[in-house]
Structures are given as C-alpha cells and as structure tokens.
C-alpha cells in the first residue's frame, strides 16, 4: 500500500532525474518489499534512484511501467492498493469518494547498482554546494567535461565551470582516490534532497553513490573525458586593484533589480560597474536615450575608483550565492568572489562595452539603511581607505572645560569657519545641479515609464 500524494513525489523526482516528459514513456519502476521496508526504484544508463519508505512488508518483488505513476498520482494520502495475480498487478484507489481501478503488466527490471563499500558523512551542505555547481556547469558542453563535475578527494573539493564562469566549493569529505567526474542532473536541485540530513557519499568502479534521508541517488562515473585545469584561473589576492563590498540589505535588491535593467546584448547581457564615489550598476537599450543607473546606498567600494563590463547573470548568481565581496583585478582580468571554502570567477567583458556616467542617466537608489550593523564589510583581509583613516578637518574638536575652550585661537576659529562655508557651498552646488538634472530628467520619464516603474517596484 503506497499513497497517492508519494506516488505524486516519486513521478516528479524521477521524471527531474530521469530528464524525461509528459510525453515520453519512462522506465520501469522497480518495487522491492520486504522486512526492511518498500524499496521503490528506477534507472536508465545516467542515473539509478531509489526511494525508501519504512516499515515491515511482505517478501514481493514487481516491475511496473512509469505509467503507473501517472495514472495512480494524486494530491492527497489516498491510499492506492496493489494486488498481484500472475503477470499482471491491479491498483485500486479512490479519487474524490469514486473507486478507481487499473491493471498494469509487469515489466523486466535490469540490474541495479550495489552500494559503495565505503561511505563518508557530510553535512547537509553537500547537497546545496553540488546545487550551485549545476547552476554554473554548462548542460550543453561537447568539449571537455564541462556537463560534469568534478569530485577530488585530496581536499574535497567541487569543482564546476562552463568556460565562461568557474565555481570551486572544498571542504567535504569523499572517500575515493584522486578524482571522479559525475553528470551534472536537474535532480540535485530537488527538494526532496535538499533537507537538513546528513548526506552519505561514495563510489564504486562505475558509480557515485549519494545518500540524503529516503533517497539513494547513483550517477555514473565519466571515465573518458577531462576536466579542464582551474586551479590557477583565479587571480592572486595581491593583484586586486579594488573590492566592490555588498551590503545585506543592497544584496537581494541588486539580485532582482539587475536582471530588470534594459540591455543591448542577449548574448553576454552586459551591465557596468561603476566604482567611483558609489557603488553603480548601469546599462542602456539599443532604443534608450539615456543609460539606467542602479545605485546600491549601502554599499561600497575598497581600493581605486575603476569601471568594468560584465554579464550582469553572473554578479547576481555570486549574489544569491552569498558573496557580498567582489574584487577587481582590472578591466580586462576576470572577477572573483573568495572565500576560505569556495571561489567564484567569471570573465569580465572588457574596455569596449562600458557606459559612461551621466548627469542625465534615469538613477533608481535602493533603500538607504541607517543601521551600521548592516553595512559591508570585506570577509577576509580588510583595509582601510585613506577616507576612512582621518578624521573631517574642517569641525572644531568637542571640549568639555572653558580652559580647553580658551586655548583654541581665533585664527583657528576663523579657519573652521571657512572650512565650513567652503562644504555649504559645495553642498548648495551640488543641489543646484541635481535640481537642474532633474529638470533633464523630466522629458525623458515619459518614454521610459514602464522601465523605471518596475525597477522602483523592486527598490
């Protein structure tokens, strides 16, 4: 007896890992009962999966077709009922109170694969790391092993790349020689494995074995191919020139903001980052008059002002990945996000696609944050800029007794009284170009209303 709404979990988890459709028939599904429990399994030359559910059952084994899935899923614990008579198993069910009824032929079920001897722990994290390594490998690769990633046992590390973007995630624990190269599965971003149990890891001569809670996945050991060397692709933490520090609170509205901005390039989907002064993301339409400018409040910049062109998908995946240190090693070097267990690097565009600052630029702010405890701070070797370094030279020092007070000269009073006028003049330049900007600014709203109506939906 099996229900309705996990035979609904088997269809979907199998169909993910399986890479099939609606309209495809599937492999058999194996189920295997016992006193250990219901074994309910399925493969095809990629992937084994086995599903466990607990529980004393009598001594049976059958093969049904995928279709049995389809037809007996549901949304509730309805129970469904199979009953075995000769070559044949009837299932019998009930949906919304009607009796259901269906008869499947059973079907041959090949070899499975044998656990690994050697099983090695890990953290529930494995499963989101090898998550992020599907995101960056490339499903379409037919040079190298780029649709693969590989497992290194020396420090456990995970390594992912598409030749555009390379993830390098170490830590974890695998117990094997050397390195293994597994297919890259829609299967790891389920659900269903990624839960807070330990994960289980280990190989066999053909197989990686993973095993979360109920769920033992196998995914074929790639023998033939190579992974491109990367260990070396990052550069050097002394060649950064400057570091673009994210705050949380600018974080998830960067992530949402930047895949909104108008674009000139489907294919590397360039947006620039401008370091200087604030930390400014921009891009600009074929049609648009003027770029439009994301201002990050809360963020900022460590090391010299530079501009660089990048594909925006990638920043916000670093983002969403939990980076909030960017460094720039040069407009031409590529980026990297590096912390003690994982390295992220990308390919910057280059000199030729970025876009000047503009007074007339359509400039969206995000939420300015007024608590210190939120704002940016790098995660490993921090500085300090020479702003930071010095306190303002045009305040008088606070004093607490006449006789402090009396030892300050009229002359230095007269000249923190210029400092201050000369910053109030500046300040009042400053509002007057910004007044007159806006001014610009109000022809241009109308023919870019929509744009900038989503992107304040996001701010």
């Not at 295997?32 to 999966?49: K, R, S, V, Y």
């Not at 269903?192 to 809670?213: F, K, Y």
């Not at 983002?319 to 990297?336: D, I």
């Not at 210190?372 to 300090?384: D, G, I, K, V």
């Amino acid at each position: 007896m099996i229900s309705r709404s996990l035979i609904r979990r088997l269809r979907i988890t199998f169909s993910r890992g399986l890479g099939i459709t609606a309209r495809q028939l599937g492999p058999a599904i194996d189920f295997q009962c016992g006193p250990q429990g219901l074994f309910i399994c399925t493969q095809n030359d990629q992937i084994a999966l086995e599903y466990h559910l607990p529980g004393e059952q009598p001594n049976v084994s059958f093969a049904l077709p995928f279709d049995f899935l389809r037809r007996c899923e549901g949304t509730k614990d309805e129970p469904v009922t199979l009953s075995l008579a000769g070559d044949s198993v009837t299932a019998e069910w009930t949906d919304s109170g009607i009796p259901q009824s269906a008869q499947f032929e059973q079907e041959v079920f090949g070899d499975f694969p044998e656990l690994p001897e050697r099983m090695a722990a890990n953290p529930s994290q494995l499963i989101v790391a090898l998550n992020a390594a599907s995101e960056v490998a490339d499903n379409d690769s037919s040079r190298y092993a780029l649709n693969h990633l590989r497992l290194r046992s020396r420090d456990g590390q995970i390594a992912a790349s598409d030749g555009r973007q390379l993830l390098l995630q170490s830590g974890f624990s695998f117990p094997w020689d050397n390195e293994v190269l597994i297919p890259v599965n829609r299967l790891l971003s389920s659900s269903d494995l990624q839960s807070n149990a330990e994960v289980q890891i280990g190989c066999t001569e053909d197989w990686t074995c993973l095993r979360s809670g109920p769920w033992t996945v196998w995914l074929l050991v790639n023998k033939k191919d190579r992974f491109p060397q990367v260990d070396d692709v990052a550069p050097s933490v002394n060649s950064v020139t400057s570091t673009m520090l994210i705050s949380d609170a600018d974080a998830e509205f960067l992530s949402k903001a930047v895949k909104r901005l108008p674009s000139n390039d489907n294919l590397n989907h360039p947006v620039t980052v401008d370091l200087n002064g604030a930390v400014s993301i921009r891009a600009q339409g074929n049609d648009d008059p003027q770029p439009t400018e994301v201002v990050l409040t809360s963020s900022r910049r460590d090391g010299e002002a530079i501009k660089i062109s990048t594909n925006r998908h990638f920043l916000a995946w670093a983002v969403q990945m939990g980076f909030r240190a960017v460094e720039v090693h040069g407009q031409e070097s590529p980026l990297v996000c590096r912390e003690p267990e994982r390295t992220y690097v990308w390919a910057a565009l280059g000199k030729a696609g970025i876009i000047a600052a503009t007074p007339e630029a359509i400039r969206i702010e995000s939420e300015r944050v007024t608590n210190t405890s939120s704002q940016p701070t790098r995660r490993t070797h921090p500085t300090m800029s020479k702003s930071e370094s010095y306190p303002p030279h045009n305040r008088l020092p606070k004093t607490d007794n006449t006789e402090n007070e009396s030892s300050i000269t009229p002359l230095q009073v007269a000249e923190a009284l210029r400092d201050s006028l000369k910053e109030s003049l500046t300040h009042t330049r400053e509002l007057i170009a910004t007044l007159k900007k806006r001014k610009k600014q109000s022809r241009l709203v109308e023919n870019t209303l929509a744009n900038l109506k989503q992107l304040q939906d996001v701010a």
